[in-house]
């Protein structure tokens, strides 16, 4: 078995691609309306982007009773500021809620957190 891509959905896959191809600088494999898929450049495994009509972001942090959420992708970086900066740049929000020093929650365009950290 080889895993080979991590699949988020949101009311346009397309948008959040773009989104995640410009803050990780992967291109995009594949571009349909209902599906789009990023390849990093070693074609190791990626993100893929479903189209799910209904989406609700999850909330973050997690509240009783409010939609969960299922996973988020953690991304590390060498300068928390400078790569916080291209989340932002690229259509991120930070979250108000931050639980560690040296991890930065964000939210992407269609709600899914990630986190942005590093080992220094």
């Known amino acids: 078995m080889k895993l080979t891509s991590t699949v988020l959905g949101a009311r346009d896959p397309r948008a959040l691609?773009?989104?995640?191809a410009t803050l990780l600088g992967w291109s995009i494999k594949t571009d349909e309306p209902e599906w789009v898929?990023?390849?990093?450049?070693?074609?190791?495994?990626?993100?893929?982007?479903?189209?799910e009509p209904d989406h609700v972001p999850p909330e973050w942090p997690q509240a009783k009773g409010?939609?969960?959420?299922?996973?988020?992708?953690?991304?590390?970086?060498?300068?928390?500021?400078?790569?916080?900066?291209?989340?932002?740049?690229?259509?991120?929000?930070?979250?108000?809620f931050q639980p560690q020093e040296k991890v930065r929650v964000y939210l992407d365009p269609a709600g899914h957190p990630f986190c942005l950290w590093t080992r220094e």
């Open 37 to 51: 898929t990023l390849r990093p450049a070693d074609d190791g495994p990626g993100l893929s982007f479903q189209l």
């Open 66 to 96: 409010a939609q969960q959420m299922q996973l988020h992708l953690d991304i590390e970086v060498d300068d928390l500021d400078a790569a916080g900066a291209v989340a932002i740049a690229a259509g991120a929000g930070l979250s108000a």
């Open 17 to 20: 691609a773009d989104f995640y």
